[in-house]
């Protein structure tokens, strides 16, 4: 009776775990698919970073923030 329990408990712990190491495993896969497919969907302007206009732009913003910061 009492190797049946067992038995039974670690069938359950095996079906268990290897449906959650196939899940994981089938997510992965997934979600490399999904980022090869954006990375070719994207064009290529839009991951060159920003320009100098939008640099200059940030970091204006960041100083004048800090500057309102200091006066509270």
């Not at 079906?15 to 997934?30: N, P």
């Amino acid at each position: 009776m009492k190797n049946e329990i067992i038995d039974q408990g670690l069938t359950l712990m095996l079906v268990g775990m290897g449906t959650v190491f196939t899940f994981l495993t089938l997510l992965v896969i997934a979600t490399s698919l999904m980022s090869l497919i954006i990375r070719r969907m994207t064009p290529a302007s839009a991951t060159a970073g920003a320009t100098d206009e939008e640099v200059a732009a940030i970091s204006a913003a960041i100083t004048i923030h800090g500057r309102r910061q200091q006066q509270k």
